[in-house]
């Protein structure tokens, strides 16, 4: 069965950290770009990050550059977004997805299946 799991949500305090992961199973995520979207309540999916196969391109959004980075361990077929100096805006539940391009200035599209989510709140 081809799935991909987020986990590493939960409530942190304005200006914490998280770092979520994305595992993947039944396929093998190194033959995917992979990317984070977020989806808050009465708001549009943002794209949030994205990285290239070989993890040498990567895209962030204007709302969280400098703050998120993402990585990725094809041995462990796994992509991680760090998230540091969390914002209340930041509080949404993040999927992970195939994505067909991810390079600089360009906003990811899914091109596959998505993960259930992790939430993701940001109060104090």
């Known amino acids: 069965q081809v799935q991909l799991v987020e986990s590493g949500g939960g409530l942190v305090q304005p200006g914490g950290s998280l770092r979520l992961s994305c595992a993947a199973s039944?396929?093998?995520?190194?033959?995917?770009?992979i990317g984070w979207f977020r989806q808050a309540p009465a708001k549009e999916r943002e794209g949030v990050s994205c990285?290239?196969?070989?993890?040498?391109?990567?895209y962030f959004s204007d709302s969280v550059k400098g703050r998120f980075t993402i990585s990725r361990d094809n041995a462990k077929n796994t992509v991680y977004l760090q998230m540091n100096s969390l914002k209340p805006e930041d509080t949404a539940i993040y999927h992970c997805?195939?994505?067909?391009?991810?390079?600089?200035?360009?906003?990811?599209?899914?091109?596959?299946?998505w993960g259930p989510g992790t939430q993701v709140i940001v109060s104090s």
């Open positions: 997805a195939p994505v067909g391009v991810c390079i600089p200035g360009r906003s990811p599209s899914p091109s596959g299946p």
């Open positions: 039944g396929f093998t995520l190194d033959d995917y770009n």
């Open positions: 990285i290239s196969i070989d993890g040498r391109s990567t």
